[in-house]
């Protein structure tokens, strides 16, 4: 069954569209990301233009971590004093970003800047949680083996405590200054605007790497940011790019809401390692997927990119 | 749309003017193809008549019908991948301005059967005519040139927005034609205008036009026009939707 999408204007098969989004929804509940860097992707393979896609996604990754966050807010793990603070900074970030994304459209650049991002993004961020998980993996075995664990030594001042404008946050046991917070948060906010992605990927290894901020508060803080910063990216994207397809929207987020209960379940049995192993894995090939459009001699050296209609 | 109907006015009104020897006229299936959340795509037919009197000139040869449609004009570009390292970016790209975002040329049989090349281009046979010409340039620039025009037209052809249908006119009788005209899904909203012209012996004796409005209509119309005119609104909808949604899925599915 075919279904006319009224924004990207063209036919697209409805069962299609709503097993992409339970797809995407089963990866995002089994890893707790917003699933936003496998959706952007997958809708311009099938045909969407390319800043109806980014802009859509938007609409998919705000439901779902609504969904994500409540659950977070429940259970009272997550830090809303530190939420704020990278909101702020995102808020600032996603205005820049669909200010960047509408230039780079007008200027004919954006299917190749999406294109490139996304290859050194997934690529490093991929091989990044690649090699730190196989390392706790080992890790972890040598543990068992010595039978005790090694005390991390924790430094008496971080760098990002040495700047200036110190704000405490109880539930992170954190005090540091909120340049570093907000400038996290303004990077997030525009690499997501721009990719039609959440940054959960980006902001949740930021968060327990760089500031050692506990692991059961990060995803729901980082949760929180992606809802408002996806909220403001949305209403932004449908004022100044005006491509965000609302049926292509809701279709996607009926799908993606389904698929997220069985990712959630089957999630729950992944041990932690194992999780940023695959999680990795599936960054990696997203990556290498996009770097062979790119690396070697294409079959056709010319491409079609554009077509603005005159109304 | 005002200007849209006055032009399909306009169109009708030379599709039935007056004529010298043959006449020629045209009616379509329809005038407006309806964009509804379940549109896939849709037919037009045009049907012709050719109307002899007693001053035509008398033909050995059958008449053939040649159909182009034109699709609304828009901006296209091609960009040409070049080595940069390892990985291949575009190098250089040609904006073609202001060309019919469809094409499609029909006949009974190959226009290069029917008429000569000079007619062809004449008669705006290829998507090609509707540019600038490039005799005058140098000639290495030539070269760039019609490279990216072959692509433009290899590119369109494969996604289906221009379209070479020999087998698209029917002469139902030596002066009663029907040609179908298939418009894809993805084909832009716009204002479409088929030429027609009847040929005999490889002269053209006869050129009308008819032209049809693709538009969206009802809920699909709406959200378009919402999307474009009411931009806050639709984008404040849009995002109490998918926090509703999202706040759904939690309370339908919560488990503790």
């Known amino acids: ?311 | 749309m005002k200007r849209l109907s006055a032009l399909l006015l306009m169109l009708a009104g030379l599709a039935a003017q007056p004529t010298r020897a043959q006449e020629l006229v045209l009616t379509l299936s329809t005038r407006e193809v309806a964009i509804t959340s379940t549109y896939t795509g849709a037919d037009v037919t045009a049907f012709g008549f050719i109307e002899r009197d007693v001053r035509s000139v008398p033909r050995t040869e059958p008449f053939e019908v040649i159909a182009t449609v034109q699709g609304p004009v828009g901006d296209i570009v091609v960009h040409r991948k070049g080595q940069l390292g390892p990985i291949w970016l575009t190098a250089a790209r040609e904006r073609f301005a202001r060309i019919p975002t469809y094409f499609a040329v029909l006949s009974a049989r190959p226009v290069s059967e029917i008429v000569s090349h000079e007619n062809a281009q004449r008669l705006k046979l290829s998507l090609t005519d509707y540019l600038p010409p490039i005799d005058t340039l140098p000639p290495d620039e030539i070269t760039a040139q019609s490279e990216f025009r072959q692509a433009l037209l290899r590119l369109r052809a494969e996604e289906g927005a221009l379209h070479i249908d020999p087998k698209a006119v029917t002469m139902v009788r030596p002066n009663l034609f029907t040609v179908k005209v298939n418009v894809p899904g993805k084909a832009p909203v716009g204002l479409y205008v088929i030429n027609i012209s009847v040929v005999a012996e490889g002269i053209v004796l006869r050129t009308a036009q008819a032209g049809f409005v693709v538009r969206k209509v009802g809920f699909d119309a709406a959200v378009a026009d919402a999307a474009k005119n009411r931009a806050p609104l639709y984008a404040l909808i849009t995002a109490l939707i998918a926090v509703l949604l999202g706040w759904f899925a939690n309370f339908a599915f919560r488990r503790d």
């Open chain 1, 1 to 311: 069954m075919q279904i006319y999408l009224p924004i990207a204007e063209l036919p697209l098969s409805l069962f299609l569209l709503l097993g992409m989004g339970a797809a995407v929804g089963f990866i995002a509940g089994l890893f707790g990301v917003g699933g936003g860097f496998l959706l952007t992707p997958f809708l311009i393979f099938i045909g969407v233009p390319a800043p109806v896609a980014v802009a859509t996604s938007s609409v998919h990754i705000a439901a779902s971590s609504v969904t994500g966050a409540l659950t977070y807010w429940r259970r009272q793990a997550l830090d809303s004093r530190l939420g704020a603070v990278l909101i702020v900074g995102g808020v600032l970030g996603t205005a820049l970003g669909v200010l960047f994304f509408n230039q780079m459209r007008r200027l004919g650049y954006l299917d190749v800047i999406i294109t490139l991002s996304y290859v050194t993004l997934l690529m490093s961020i991929g091989c990044l949680m690649f090699v730190e998980s196989i390392g706790a993996m080992l890790e972890s075995r040598k543990q068992q083996r010595a039978g005790v664990a090694p005390l991390k030594a924790a430094p008496e001042k971080a760098w990002h405590q040495r700047l200036p404008f110190h704000m405490h946050f109880a539930r992170s046991k954190l005090t540091t200054s909120v340049i570093p917070v907000v400038g996290l948060g303004t990077i997030i906010g525009f690499i997501g605007t721009v990719l039609g992605i959440g940054g959960g990927f980006l902001v949740v290894p930021a968060l327990i790497y760089l500031f050692r901020i506990p692991t059961n508060v990060v995803v729901g803080t980082s949760l929180l940011q992606i809802v408002v910063t996806m909220l403001v990216a949305i209403f932004l994207h449908a004022t100044i790019s005006q491509a965000v397809d609302v049926i292509l929207g809701l279709v996607l987020v009926v799908g993606g809401v389904i698929g997220a209960q069985f990712g959630v379940r089957t999630g729950q049995t992944l041990k932690g390692e194992q999780f940023r192993l695959l999680l990795a894995m599936l960054i990696l090939a997203v990556g290498v997927r996009f770097a062979f459009e790119i690396v070697g001699k294409p079959p056709d050296p010319f491409v079609i990119s554009t077509v603005e209609v005159e109304r």
